[in-house]
T-cell receptor, first 115, second 108 residues
Framework: NAGVTQTPKFQVLKTGQSMTLQCAQD?????MSWYRQDPGMGLRLIHY???????DQGEVPNGYNVSRSTTEDFPLRLLSAAPSQTSVYFC??????????????FGSGTRLTVV | GEDVEQSLFLSVREGDSSVINCTYT??????LYWYKQEPGAGLQLLTY?????DMKQDQRLTVLLNKKDKHLSLRIADTQTGDSAIYFC????????FGAGTRLAVHP
């Protein structure tokens, strides 16, 4: 049982490049979300999905796209990387939004640096 | 709106109790969570409390919830060096909203 798997763990991009951060879960969770973590700011929600085919914006969606074609996968795309997107990115999943007595399961994170 | 606030730092002596405080704004939160993040790692769920409870105890952890004041606290008894980490409180409505995290430093 792998839980939530994020790849890659580390990535360096040049300004203007695009890339996709991968997130996969094997717990049949309906709810998946992407957060970014910056020093002193906690985790901020980028995008989330309440099920396959449904996505919505969080607090800081600009510069990111998501799609949810399957229950298992929730990739995050950076369209044109900017230094302000240097951060640690976490993917999380849960059985149901707002109902998770077991909480949310987090991946181990992707550390992204944009130069 | 939704907002969760925590103090940023706490320093305690090994063996003492630690109390980490959190305030939140949305009274419709159904669950409130405490997560722990060790250096270079993801977030690990420590404990949670349902919004109709006042207190929950789980071994060395005690969670207190004051719904009237929208105040949540996490008490760690007999704090050990392995408890050094960042602790996040989070409220859950339709999505999970985090505080900025409290960095707990445990010194001998």
């Amino acid at each position: 049982n792998a839980g939530v798997t994020q790849t890659p763990k580390f990535q360096v991009l040049k300004t203007g490049q695009s890339m996709t951060l991968q997130c996969a879960q094997d717990m049949n969770h309906e709810y998946m979300s992407w957060y970014r973590q910056d020093p002193g700011m906690g985790l901020r929600l980028i995008h989330y999905s309440v099920g396959a085919g449904i996505t919505d914006q969080g607090e800081v969606p600009n510069g990111y796209n998501v799609s949810r074609s399957t229950t298992e996968d929730f990739p995050l795309r950076l369209l044109s990387a900017a230094p302000s997107q240097t951060s640690v990115y976490f993917c999380a999943s849960s059985y149901a939004p707002g109902q998770g007595a077991g909480g949310y399961t987090f991946g181990s994170g992707t550390r992204l640096t944009v130069v | 709106g939704e907002d969760v606030e925590q103090s940023l730092f706490l320093s305690v002596r090994e063996g003492d109790s630690s109390v980490i405080n959190c305030t939140y704004t949305d009274s419709s939160s159904t669950y409130l969570y405490w997560y722990k993040q060790e250096p270079g790692a993801g977030l690990q769920l420590l404990t949670y409390i349902f919004s109709n409870m006042d207190m929950k105890q789980d071994q060395r952890l005690t969670v207190l919830l004051n719904k009237k004041d929208k105040h949540l606290s996490l008490r760690i008894a007999d704090t050990q060096t392995g408890d050094s980490a960042i602790y996040f409180c989070a409220e859950s409505i339709r999505k999970l909203i985090f505080g900025a995290g409290t960095r707990l430093a445990v010194h001998p």
